[in-house]
């Protein structure tokens, strides 16, 4: 049996304090936010469900790296138990506000998308090389302050480019123009940034061992089979939404449900998570492939 690799725990515990400083800065804000009495955005009940899914996504995102007693799973339980306590206490009667079902299950959906996501970016086997150089790529990369306001960099350009560019389309075919649509924007373009970010930061750095990852990784079938796991999630959120809806209605003619409405709206954030997340899936089922010795998988 080779020796098990181990990542350099010093790094490990200077990235996930970082995640825990972040986590606060964050946690404080959404808090208040979502407990705010009688907060409105204005005609922002259609977008209520993407600012719910992308929201608490980064929220359990952010507790998976900051891995509470060590453990990512439990950063992810906490990230699904907080959606379920915020939506209930919102009840109360002082702050003027209610329980909604549909909001806690757009929490939930993004809660989901993030813990799939990093499950398969964290697929390596404990004790691998493969594990442990991802781990190190990643802590070295959230130990360094420099890391953290490149990405803020990056995601603020995504937020003006594509955020800008989703506005200036609105502007040109007519579509009203009001605050929720800006939320929107924002909000969708920080999740390409965040995502955009994230992969660049990684890409440059250096692996602290040689990678053993192989090389020769089957490319002319990972894409496709991206696209295809990424086209099953997508679908299943689809069937999810016409299961407690039914069928949208026909263009041209007005929402009769804001919730109906922002589960449609939110099926753009759902793609984007779920090609995502296709990627990585198809990117490890081809590292396997490769790395196998000859005659069966590894």
Known sequence: MPAPHEPDQVMVAASRRAWRIALIAYLVPLSVATHWPRLGFGQGGTIDKFIHF????????????AAPLGRAWLGFAVGFAWVYLDERTQAL????RTFSFHDMLAGWIG????????????AAPRGSAERAEMLEREAALYARGASWRDAAVRVLLCVVAIGGGMIGSMRLSGVEVHVASFIYATGFAG????????ALGLRRMRAPRPSPRPHAAPASWAWPLSLALGAMLFLAYWGLVRAMFGSAPAEGTAFADS?????VIL???VAVMAVLAGILISDRVAWRRAAAPQGGMA
Not at 54 to 64: E, Q, T, V
Not at 93 to 96: K, M, P, R
Not at 191 to 198: N, W
Request: negative net charge; proline residues 0%.
């Open 191 to 198: 999740l390409f940034g965040l995502i955009l970010a994230t």
């Open 111 to 122: 809660v989901a998308m993030a813990g799939l996501v990093f499950a398969f970016r964290h």
């Open 259 to 263: 919730d109906h409405e922002g589960f």
């Open 267 to 269: 099926e753009q954030g």
């Open 54 to 65: 992308a929201g608490f996504g980064l929220l359990a995102w952010m507790w998976m790296h």
């Open 93 to 96: 009667e002082v702050l003027g």
